[in-house]
């Protein structure tokens, strides 16, 4: 069965820093292609980050030059640093995993942006 477990979460003010975990399980984690995507209030979900099997990257506009994605397969694991957070950045994140054949999604972590 396999498992994507979002952490780090949280309520954090404008300017300030979070890193989210999206641990995996139950699949070669390696072999998949990791996305960040996140849904605010009323809004369409949308890809922030994705990170490939070979490691190559890319970013929503929004979040270049704020936000991180890694990954460390070791330990089945993909992170989204997240930097000079703004409240526009509020909304549930999601991590997902796709292989061609295979897509899997996890069940998401809140993060709120207020003072």
């Known amino acids: 069965q396999v498992q994507l477990v979002e952490s780090g979460g949280g309520l954090v003010q404008p300017g300030g820093s979070l890193r989210l975990s999206c641990a995996a399980s139950?699949?070669?984690?390696?072999?998949?292609?990791m996305r960040w995507y996140r849904q605010a209030p009323g809004k369409q979900r949308e890809l922030v980050a994705a990170i490939g099997s070979d490691g190559s990257t890319n970013y929503a506009d929004s979040v270049k030059g704020r936000f991180t994605i890694s990954r460390d397969n070791a330990k089945n694991t993909v992170y989204l640093q997240m930097n000079s957070l703004k409240p526009e950045d509020t909304a549930v994140y999601y991590c997902?995993?796709?292989?061609?054949?295979?897509?899997?999604w996890g069940q998401g972590t809140q993060v709120t942006v207020s003072s």
């Open positions: 139950g699949l070669i984690f390696g072999n998949y292609a």
């Open positions: 997902r995993a796709t292989r061609p054949v295979n897509d899997y």
